[in-house]
């Protein structure tokens, strides 16, 4: 055993970084008294939406209700979406909340994203989106996604929830299908206080119906144009998420430098897929090895905390059991036994990377 500790993610110290200027930021709404759909909220979805390459952003609670209000605006009832089983459950929980079809489709080895191959074999003229997720902070291959949907007018829409910040090929994420979403969850590369969430387009009359959703339907007071719902972003996130926008590159190249010493470090384990027309943000550091469940057992003997995302496929978990089509998913049912995330976060210390490389060098 050892006394030395290496959380998985340790947010107090990005709040002993950061905390005067948030605590002040949150106060300035407190003071003004306004905390629903002001102006933090708008400054917030205008700076956003501008750095990813999108004309417009509307905020909302959560991720999953970006998700889930970016298919609604769609239409996807009784039809088709095309998205990776090797991803959070709540990607697959929007298509089916809508009545669509899940189609769980294979992932590329090392990167973790969705296999443009088996998204083309699967992609028809009843398929309504399909769903790139960049899962742990690397963008999909989106080109050949992008090309195959146009083909058959399928909507892409980005699952960027794990990539705020990558590029592709020089292009931001969210800026490279219809529509993008993210969540603004603690623990994301940008992530609020509590829920929250954003859907990004460029399309004006998806806009409008993402505006509309998230508060009843409507765009102008006690007048409903459709059944929508309650998912709005509040001012106090919205005011605190601003800063930390500003801090995200910043932020993002600190996970990269922890990433480096990772590949440069560590042994025995494979290491993530470096892609040169990609930036990675690192979101997670996913190792793999034939060994993975005693590797996390010996770490934890260290002191070292891991986790796995994701231990079990989304289509074979038991709310999914004869839910939806599915393709070969040889890729992502041979990686989830052998998937394991290391600590990553921008305040990782080197004697922290040090530890766990020591660690996994003595395993």
């Not at 609670?61 to 769609?74: K, T």
């Not at 969850?185 to 399309?203: F, M, Q, R």
Request: hydrophobic letters at 35%; aromatic letters at 8%; proline letters at 5%.
């Amino acid at each position: 055993m050892t006394t030395t500790e290496v959380p998985f993610l340790d947010l107090q110290r990005e709040f002993n970084e950061y905390g005067e200027e948030l605590i002040s930021r949150a106060q300035n709404v407190l003071r003004k008294g306004r905390f629903i759909l002001d102006e933090e909220v708008s400054k917030f979805e205008s700076k956003f939406s501008s750095y990813v390459g999108a004309k417009y952003g509307i905020g909302v609670n959560s991720g999953s209700d970006a998700l889930y209000l970016a298919l609604r605006a769609i239409g996807v009832e009784g039809k088709e979406v095309v998205l990776p089983s090797h991803t959070f459950i709540s990607t697959a929980d929007a298509v089916v909340r809508n009545g669509g079809i899940p189609v769980f489709v294979d992932i590329e080895p090392g990167r973790y994203t969705l296999d443009p191959d088996a998204v083309r074999e699967h992609v028809h003229e009843d398929t309504a989106a399909v769903i790139p997720v960049h899962l742990y902070g690397q963008p999909a291959e989106m080109d050949p996604i992008v090309e195959v949907a146009d083909e058959y007018n399928a909507t892409v829409v980005e699952d960027a929830s794990q990539a705020h910040g990558a590029r592709y090929r020089d292009e931001p994420v969210g800026s490279l299908g219809d529509m993008a979403v993210f969540s603004l969850y603690p623990t994301k590369n940008l992530g609020a206080y509590g829920d929250a969430g954003i859907a990004v387009t460029s399309d004006d009359k998806l806009a409008e119906h993402l505006r509309m959703a998230r508060e009843y339907g409507s765009l102008e007071r006690y007048r409903y144009e459709f059944v929508g719902t309650n998912s709005r972003l509040d001012e106090i996130q919205a005011a605190m998420l601003q800063y930390k926008l500003s801090r995200l590159d910043e932020l993002n190249e600190r996970r990269r430098e922890v990433a480096d010493s990772y590949e440069q470090t560590l042994n025995g384990v494979s290491t993530p897929s470096a892609v040169n027309h990609v930036d990675h943000v690192y979101h997670l550091y996913v190792v793999e090895t034939d060994e993975r469940d005693a590797l996390r057992a010996h770490l934890d003997d260290h002191g070292v905390d891991t986790l796995i995302h994701y231990p079990t496929p989304i289509h074979q978990q038991p709310s999914y059991e004869g839910v939806g089509v599915r393709g070969d998913l040889g890729v992502t049912e041979r990686v989830t036994d052998r998937i394991l995330s290391l600590p990553m976060h921008p305040w990782c210390r080197p004697e922290e990377v040090d530890h766990v490389a020591d660690a996994i060098r003595k395993f």
